[in-house]
């Protein structure tokens, strides 16, 4: 739509990424007036699928999908209309540079088939090691889906038998503690170890990021605990299907509607004016919009309390991750596992990692205001499992990678994006030597192109660290824990409120429960 029917809404939310479709979505079913304004031609935010090169349709910002709630998949009844998600298998596939290769399937015994390459003893340990994250899930999964639980209620949920130890590890551990408690085979560790630093400026043994794992672990696909999907049609169609509901619902949604300001009077959100001039009223406002740029761009840190601005100024929100999209005339011939044909090594996650000390030497690298050298990267082919996403006998490729920060220590992104580009092609070369070639298009996303594309602050694909200090109370400030804000009537409902970021769909389910109790 790029015209409103009303001027005045129960509700307005800023952003039609997927948890502002999904609060909207809620709202509407409630009997609320809702308008979504989304400040792109198209709605989705980052969970979109675009065409940036003729014949191919890629997932630009995020590529795949586990964490999505079973409650909004069965609320917004998606796979009536067309929501469709199929699990990785094998789930990762990742080669090391003495030809050797590990392969994780959806089938433990096969894994622990691949497991028993490297070790005997890690294939013991392989069951232990799920059943900690398992206890842990379990603990923490009915926590994710109310608004922010007391501190009470997080020691509730570990009390008992090995309920200390699962807390340490939870917030305290880092990655690489983990991963040396259960397993000694670095080719079993190294692939492993990356679900801790994905999004994150942070390394392998820097402590919390046990919880980054945790957090990708949270979902549940095809009844596979932590396992991860493509979603046919790519993640547009998340967007697409949660839209369609809610417009069934009376949402109206509005595109090329960039927010300039939400509108305070005595000290209350009254609605929002567009960069165009012009405005619509609303009871409430909610904001799907980054910590950033929801307090500090369009509500202003005048109506604002002074330890909130600070907080929401010392919010961790640089990213340092690289999207970069492939169109390909051939699938990677890997020098580990050979072939140009569809296979194994082509159709679940491609972990580029060969070692522990290889991801946190990227990490180092970043830390020091540069790329990284030689960067891990999960990597994608879509197209190898699902027809239709490019010319016959051609393929898609998503790499999402680190590390490389959003400030250089040395040039602008403009003028080292190619540079960039060509080293982690450069790297993947040096498992899958055809790639270089087989390239006919490439785009190159760094954080700045994030932020100025998809209009997130810093490009931090969670709207800010996923790192145990940050979440909890701490999330979006400390000492301001909640999906309402200090403005009446303005709420965030996006990944920079808890539980975290990522096609989640928790904060924006949350946000919209909160919103009915408060004006019920």
């Not at 009390?159 to 991963?179: F, K, M, N, P």
């Not at 580029?352 to 990597?379: E, K, T, V």
């Not at 996923?466 to 909890?472: A, E, H, R, T, V």
Request: charged share 20%; proline share 6%; with cysteine.
């Amino acid at each position: 739509m790029t015209h409103a029917t009303n001027t005045h809404y129960d509700a307005i939310v800023v952003g039609s990424g997927h948890n502002g479709l999904i609060a909207a979505g809620y709202l509407a079913r409630a009997d609320k007036r809702v308008l979504v304004l989304e400040r792109r031609d198209i709605i989705g935010g980052a969970t979109v699928t675009e065409s940036p090169f003729p014949g191919y349709h890629l997932s630009t910002c995020s590529y795949v999908c586990n964490l999505l709630l079973p409650e909004v998949i069965r609320d917004f009844d998606l796979v009536r209309r067309g929501y469709e998600i199929r699990p990785f298998d094998p789930t990762y596939f990742a080669p090391f540079p003495d030809g050797r290769y590990f392969i994780s399937s959806l089938d433990s015994a096969k894994t622990r088939e691949q497991i028993a390459k490297f070790s005997s003893r890690d294939v013991a340990a392989y069951d232990a090691y799920w059943e900690m994250w398992d206890r842990i899930l379990a603990r923490m999964q009915p926590l994710l889906r109310q608004a922010l639980p007391s501190e009470n209620e997080f020691a509730a949920a570990f009390d008992g038998v090995q309920g200390e130890e699962d807390w340490h590890t939870l917030t305290r551990a880092s990655i690489a503690e983990v991963l040396d408690r259960y397993f000694e085979s670095d080719q079993i560790k190294a692939p492993l170890s990356t679900g801790g630093v994905i999004g994150v400026n942070a390394g392998p043994y820097d402590p919390g990021t046990a919880y980054v794992k945790f957090h990708h672990l949270i979902g549940n696909v095809g009844g596979h605990q932590g396992a991860w999907g493509f979603v046919r049609g790519g993640m547009g169609t998340v967007s697409r299907t949660l839209a369609e509901a809610g417009e069934e619902w009376g949402v109206e949604i509005l595109t090329s509607a960039p927010v300039a300001e939400i509108d305070i009077a005595d000290g209350r959100a009254r609605g929002v004016r567009l960069e165009d001039g012009r405005r619509f009223t609303s009871d409430v406002v909610l904001s799907n919009a980054d910590p950033q740029r929801t307090f500090l761009d369009m509500v202003g840190s005048r109506h604002l309390p002074s330890d909130y601005v600070s907080g929401i100024r010392a919010i961790r929100h640089k990213g340092s991750v690289v999207k970069v999209l492939l169109a390909l005339g051939e699938l990677p011939d890997f020098a580990a596992c050979p072939g140009t044909d569809v296979g194994p090594q082509h159709t679940g996650g491609i972990v580029i990692n060969p070692s522990m000390a290889y991801l946190d030497a990227a990490w180092r690298n970043c830390q020091a205001g540069h790329p990284s050298r030689r960067p891990f990267m999960d990597c994608y082919i879509q197209s190898a499992t699902e027809d239709g996403l490019a010319p016959e006998g051609k393929h898609t490729m998503s790499l999402f990678v680190q590390y490389a920060p959003y400030d250089l220590a040395e040039g602008t992104w403009d003028e080292r994006r190619d540079e960039i580009g060509a080293n982690i092609v450069a790297t993947l070369a040096e498992y899958a030597p055809n790639i270089t070639n087989a390239i006919e298009h490439i785009q190159v996303l760094g954080p700045p192109d994030i932020e100025r594309t998809i209009g997130i602050t810093g490009g931090n694909i969670f709207h800010g660290e996923i790192l145990p200090d940050q979440m909890f109370t701490g999330r979006p400030v400390p000492g301001y824990p909640s999906y309402a804000t200090p403005v009446d009537g303005l709420y965030l409902c996006g990944s920079g409120a808890w539980p975290g970021g990522a096609v989640f769909g928790a904060p924006g389910r949350n946000c919209a429960m909160q919103v009915l109790r408060d004006i019920s």
